[in-house]
């Protein structure tokens, strides 16, 4: 039941290499992705009742 834990927030992250973040580089299809749920949720009703994790 992640994705209800989540939803109200009793969720912990772990981080066990923090040195990796700053070498790793988000992919342009993650914009392109992003931009493209923005455009259609501007526009369409999205009945999201949780996180979806």
Known sequence: ??????????????????????????PDSLSQTCRGWNDFSNTNFVDEIDSGL
Do not use: C, Q, Y
Not at 9 to 26: A, M, N, R, Y
């Open 1 to 26: 039941m992640m994705s209800n834990h989540a939803s109200v927030g009793f969720v912990i992250s772990i981080l066990e290499h923090p040195e990796k973040i700053d070498k790793t580089s988000i």
